[in-house]
């Protein structure tokens, strides 16, 4: 069984107990916060310190053991690759630095518990950068599963409690327009046909507002399927297994931001005779050689705005941040 034990003190939660001492709480079925506030932020500055320092040596078993879900498979395979054509590592790397963090703390009974890092960074501008943090019990260390990336007039307002914690949302089962578990599949279905497919009381193609992660890359498919020299087929997966699973967190206006993974892949076949010349990256990520034709296959980590379903309004794509994981030539 797995237990959390809280010894009673100066800094411990106010509690009424008959005696003085320890009490144990039962982390699989309490009510409790995921996370204190200052350890959230002990946790954002180790990821800080140990992200830096394995982008600067190119370590991706550095990465492995502070990032994992659709965040980790896209870092781990950009360090594989930068450090099989950089294997002295970056010295001109720029550490990232956090400020202005806040911490989106939910009330959760049982594992795996969550909570979400927003802050603003030495990147991107005045865009925050949203951490979304996991861990299966109390014996595991909390991993980085997503990352989004959003200015803020761009982001809902989290709704939280009159103690501060936000509300964390089940996979199903919800008042959103879209089911936080539905969304990869919505979303892959929508990118292959975009045709209305009757679930969840509206197709994939209903569910979606135009955008650069939308319409935008159905438009970029359709254009790049056939040119002079290639042809190129798509294929789109959902995926919320284990740490690619769905977070969500409800916003003041009923709905919810959802972050969720989803995986890609494209097929190219070359004419006779053509040269494909591939980027350096790219080609440490390629296993056989591409002599007819190349897949690749890629994963997107999403951060969208859920509606409440009594708003029939659409989902919203917040940031997507899409990476090569691996290639294949034949």
Known sequence: ????????????????????????????????????????????????????KATKSYDEQAIAAIEAGPLGTIDQAGVRAKHANNPQG??????LKFSHAKFLIPEQRGWPKFFVAEAQTDRNGDSRWLLAFRRGGPDEPWMADFLGVATPDALPHFAVDKHGHAEALPLAGTDLQVQPGQLSAQYTDYLDSGKDDGKNGAGPAQVFTDGPATSGLKTSHEKSARTADTVTQYADQPDISGDFAPI??????????????????SRATFRAGYQLTLDKDTKALTSGTPKTSITLARVAQNMVAVPPRKAGAKVTFLSSLTGLVSAKGE
């Open 1 to 52: 069984m797995i237990r959390r034990r809280l010894c009673l003190g100066a800094a411990a939660i106010a509690l009424t107990v008959p005696l003085a001492g320890c009490v144990t709480v039962h982390g699989e079925r309490a009510l409790i916060p995921s996370i204190r506030p200052a350890e959230a932020a002990k946790v954002l500055a180790n990821f800080a310190a140990q992200n830096n």
């Open 90 to 95: 970056n010295a001109d790397y720029s550490a």
């Open 248 to 265: 969500a967190l409800r916003t003041t206006d009923g709905g919810a931001i959802v972050f969720f993974g989803s995986r890609h892949q």
